[in-house]
């Protein structure tokens, strides 16, 4: 069954602190991994793609990590502000032409950045 | 430039009550979708709509209707509103595998 998993489920840290955000997913044929920010009150934001040959990519303070081999992925956040204070969601893409590219969520990470 | 658009932001429907949420998008994508957000559920499919005068089942479409208007507009219709279909609306549109763009919301309150 294609799954994805994130985890924890809420996080809590005081600003300057960096974090790690876990997504492992059961997804195949698997074509791509987004993670998506989403601010209270609004709609989620894209910060990166992974694709199955990168390993890492980074966008300013946020690095994404995917191991397609153990297909698990990371995000981190380095030197966090309170603006990071958010949702945040894995989405992972299965191949087109088998399931016509077919989206499968996580039910998000909630991030709280303490002052 | 505007992305994709949703009407309204806020309602409230009485049960049995019926609505329609309107989307459109204005960054020429072919496909575009539904999905609804709970607490603890994260984002589910309702309906999607793969291209222009196409549409399909998502995985939560009981009591949802939908219509692909024209290449930029999408619109999710309520026949007969429950107390369950109280929930947070997204509309979002990409094009190919690309990257989601999303609305910002509607939100659906059923008495």
């Known amino acids: 069954k294609n799954q994805v998993e994130q985890s924890p489920q809420s996080l809590i840290i005081l600003e300057g602190k960096n974090c790690t955000l876990q997504?492992?997913?059961?997804?195949?044929?698997?074509?791509?991994l987004r993670w998506y920010k989403q601010d209270t009150g609004r709609g989620p934001v894209s910060l990166t793609i992974m694709t199955f040959s990168e390993n890492t990519k980074s966008n300013g303070r946020y690095t994404a990590t995917l191991d397609a081999d153990t297909k698990q992925s990371s995000l981190h956040i380095t030197a966090s502000q309170l603006s990071d204070s958010a949702s945040y969601i894995c989405v992972v893409s299965a191949v087109r032409g088998s399931t016509l590219g077919r989206l499968y969520f996580g039910r998000g990470t909630q991030l709280t950045v303490w002052p | 430039n505007a992305g994709v658009t949703q009407t309204p932001k806020f309602q409230v429907l009485k049960t049995g009550q019926s609505m329609t949420l309107q989307c459109a998008q204005d960054m020429n994508h072919n496909s575009m979708y539904w999905y609804r957000q709970d607490p603890g559920m994260g984002l589910r499919l309702i309906y999607y709509?793969?291209?222009?005068?196409?549409?399909d089942k998502g995985e939560v479409p009981n009591g949802y209707n939908v219509s692909r208007l024209n290449k930029r507009e999408f619109s999710l219709r309520l026949e007969s509103a429950a107390p369950s279909q109280t929930s947070v609306y997204f509309c979002?549109?990409?094009?190919?595998?690309?990257?989601?763009?999303f609305g910002e919301g509607s939100r659906l309150t059923v008495l």
């Open positions: 709509s793969a291209s222009e005068g196409t549409t």
């Open positions: 979002a549109s990409r094009e190919r595998d690309g990257e989601l763009f």
């Open positions: 997504c492992n997913y059961t997804v195949s044929p698997f074509s791509n």
